[in-house]
T-cell receptor, first 116, second 114 residues
Framework: AQKITQTQPGMFVQEKEAVTLDCTYD???????LFWYKQPSSGEMIFLIY??????QNATEGRYSLNFQKARKSANLVISASQLGDSAMYFC?????????????FGTGTRLKVLA | EAGVAQSPRYKIIEKRQSVAFWCNPI?????LYWYQQILGQGPKLLIQ????????DSQLPKDRFSAERLKGVDSTLKIQPAKLEDSAVYLC????????????FGNGTRLTVT
């Protein structure tokens, strides 16, 4: 079974509008972390936002917010006021503890295209 | 703070040749990861080091891939002999190891095997 599922291979959004990128996860752990990364065409992976499993408030970082619904095991990324520079691949990742060490597992990604 | 350094940026080799990638993590980061990212997919963990010890190499094709982190700082990943299916981006990442610690990635090495 997939640990991290991103069901949207590609998304389009109009500049200045908000967009939600979906991520669901599967774990039996009580303690875990969820991360979102941006990968522009240049290839580097840029950390955007983090949500811990015990955090009661949704994480926010500037224009990025994470809609965390623990019971549904979803951690969707919301980008507000989209900009052309937001066009990139976006990856959801989960950090688990396995055999006493932290493991980071990535989804297959969503390609976002922002339209002018 | 200097980021994760990787080299080379690009490499083209023929199948059955060997290749090596180098990574220098962020200073003070004890944990180092090598990921393989095939075009259109998410990164897949190859090997994880904690200081100079291997923590997880369960997904490393050990018949052709090897990696070391001798002094607990920089690391080298080697492929010998390369196959066509090894064409991918090889990403190095490091973290300081806390529960909320994100992975910090280098720019990656894009390998093309012809």
């Amino acid at each position: 079974a997939q640990k991290i599922t991103q069901t949207q291979p590609g998304m389009f959004v109009q500049e200045k509008e908000a967009v939600t990128l979906d991520c669901t996860y599967d774990t039996s752990d009580q303690s875990y972390g969820l991360f979102w990364y941006k990968q522009p065409s240049s290839g580097e992976m840029i950390f955007l936002i983090y949500q811990g499993s015990y955090d009661e408030q949704n994480a926010t970082e500037g224009r990025y917010s994470l809609n965390f619904q623990k019971a549904r095991k979803s951690a969707n990324l919301v980008i507000s006021a989209s900009q052309l520079g937001d066009s990139a691949m976006y990856f959801c990742a989960m950090r688990e503890v396995i055999s006493g060490t932290y493991k980071y597992i990535f989804g297959t990604g969503t390609r976002l295209k922002v339209l002018a | 703070e200097a980021g994760v350094a990787q080299s080379p940026r690009y490499k083209i080799i023929e199948k059955r040749q060997s290749v090596a990638f180098w990574c220098n993590p962020i200073s003070g980061h004890a944990t180092l990861y090598w990921y393989q990212q095939i075009l259109g997919q998410g990164p897949k963990l190859l090997i994880q080091f904690q200081n100079n010890g291997v923590v997880d190499d369960s997904q490393l094709p050990k018949d052709r891939f090897s990696a070391e982190r001798l002094k607990g700082v920089d690391s080298t990943l080697k492929i010998q002999p390369a196959k066509l299916e090894d064409s991918a981006v090889y990403l190095c990442a490091s973290s300081w190891g806390g529960p909320d610690s994100p992975l910090h990635f280098g720019n990656g090495t894009r390998l093309t095997v012809t």
